[in-house]
C-alpha cells in the first residue's frame, strides 16, 4: 500500500536533490518548489495546489493528476500524454507550458487561465467544452484537434486549420480570426 499525504504545506522544497516520496498526495500544497528535471512518476496528486513552482522537464510518466490546480507554474517540456489518464483534470493559471505535449488527450474539463502555450502539441487532442482564456498559443499544433465548442475567443496567436480540426461551434474573436485562415496565405485588413 502506497504511503497517504493528505492536507500537507510543502514550500521551498529542492526535489532536484531530495526525490519526493512516492504515494498519494490528497488536498496538498507545494509552493515555491523547484521539480525541474526531477522525477514525480507513479505518484498520485488528488485535488493539489501547485504554486510557483519549476516543473520544467519534470518525469510524469504514470503520474495522476485529478483536480489539480498549476498556478504561476514552470511547466517547459511536459509530456502529459504519459501521465495517467484516467480522470485527468488539470487547470492552469498563469503558467507556461512552452514545449509541452497533450497529444491525444481528453481535456474536456480542464481550463486554460492566462497560459503561455507556445510550441504545445494539441495533436489528436479533444479540447471540446473548453476555456482557453487569454492564452497565447504562438506556434502551438493542432492537427486532428477537436475544438468543438471550445472557447478561444480571448486568445491569441494560433494558427488553426479548419480542414484539419474539428472546430464546429467553437467561439473565436474577430480580431484574432486570421489564425484560421493563415494556411490561404492571404491578407487581412
Known amino acids: 500500500m502506497s504511503p497517504y499525504f493528505e492536507d500537507l504545506v510543502y514550500e521551498k522544497q529542492d526535489y532536484v536533490r531530495n526525490t519526493l516520496p512516492k504515494g498519494d498526495y490528497e488536498g496538498c500544497r507545494f509552493k515555491s518548489c523547484d521539480f525541474a528535471n526531477a522525477s514525480i512518476a507513479s505518484i498520485n496528486f488528488i485535488d493539489c495546489h501547485f504554486e ?41 493559471e498563469n503558467s507556461t507550458l512552452t514545449l509541452s505535449s497533450f497529444y491525444t488527450l481528453k481535456l474536456k474539463h480542464s481550463i486554460f487561465r492566462n497560459c503561455i502555450l507556445k510550441e504545445v502539441d494539441f495533436t489528436d487532442a479533444d479540447c471540446s467544452t473548453l476555456l482557453f482564456d487569454n492564452c497565447d498559443f504562438t506556434d502551438a499544433r493542432f492537427e486532428n484537434t477537436n475544438l468543438e465548442k471550445a472557447d478561444l475567443s480571448s486568445s491569441y496567436n494560433y494558427r488553426i486549420d479548419p480542414e484539419k480540426n474539428r472546430i464546429r461551434k467553437a467561439k473565436f474573436s474577430l480580431m484574432h480570426v486570421a489564425g484560421l485562415l493563415d494556411k490561404y496565405d492571404i491578407v487581412i485588413k
Do not use: H, W, Y
Open 52 to 92: 510557483d513552482c519549476n516543473m520544467s522537464g519534470c518525469s510524469i510518466e504514470k503520474a495522476s493528476f485529478q483536480n489539480t490546480v498549476f498556478k504561476n507554474c514552470k511547466l517547459v517540456g511536459l509530456r502529459f500524454e504519459e501521465a495517467q489518464t484516467f480522470l485527468f483534470t488539470p487547470q492552469f
